[in-house]
């Protein structure tokens, strides 16, 4: 399955390239779209039968990542304390209770980012992950992520046999999709094709 990736500035073109790929034949099944504007998503799904993408999840990762995160920011508060307990001669006889302090910190801001991770990588939001799965390099799935972060609306629309790709993408282009580093900054195709 071929598909093909472009972003769009405003809600209004990337209904009407939807709703015109509708037209040419392409299923509602086999398009979809992502922007951040949740008012506008609804919108544009009421208007074109067309479902939002939902990224995807992600997963131990996202609490691999908090966890580590809670652990650097729990130490990073803990340490300074230690440091005053252990340079102020009065108070050096605490400073094994304030390695106790960093050890909790670590443990606790460990436990709290992981929480927190899991709580944010179950919200389907990896849309680079999603583009990946899709064919598309890294490096323009990070630029098309960054787009959409950006403000942009990303439709995708995927061609089962592949024959009607270069269609889609014509149509894309004629509805006004944006140049994909001009979302991010650069310039090249309006959009790609995978």
Do not use: C
Not at 50 to 71: D, I, Q, Y
Not at 74 to 98: D, H, K, S, Y
Request: hydrophobic share 45%; no cysteine; proline share 4%.
């Amino acid at each position: 399955m071929e598909s093909v990736v472009a972003l769009f500035r405003e809600p209004q073109q990337a209904q009407g390239v939807l709703q015109a790929l509708q037209q040419r034949g392409f299923e509602r099944e086999h398009l979809g779209f992502a922007l951040t504007d949740v008012v506008a998503e609804e919108g544009i799904a009421q208007n074109t039968g067309v479902s939002p993408e939902a990224g995807a999840p992600g997963g131990s990762a996202s609490v691999l990542r908090g966890a580590f995160l809670g652990m650097i920011g729990g130490l990073a508060i803990t340490t300074p304390i230690w440091l005053l307990l252990l340079i102020v001669p009065v108070t050096r006889i605490f400073q094994e209770g304030g390695q106790l302090g960093m050890l909790f910190g670590v443990i606790g801001g460990g436990a709290l980012g992981a929480l927190f991770g899991a709580l944010a990588g179950s919200d389907h939001g990896d849309y680079v992950s999603l583009l990946r799965r899709m064919g598309v390099p890294a490096a323009q799935a990070e630029k098309f992520y960054a787009g959409l972060k950006g403000g942009h609306v990303m439709v995708i629309a995927r061609d089962p046999s592949g024959a009607r790709t270069d269609e889609a993408l014509s149509l894309m282009r004629k509805h006004g999709a944006i140049k994909l580093d001009d979302a991010v900054g650069g310039g090249q195709l309006q959009s790609e094709r995978h």
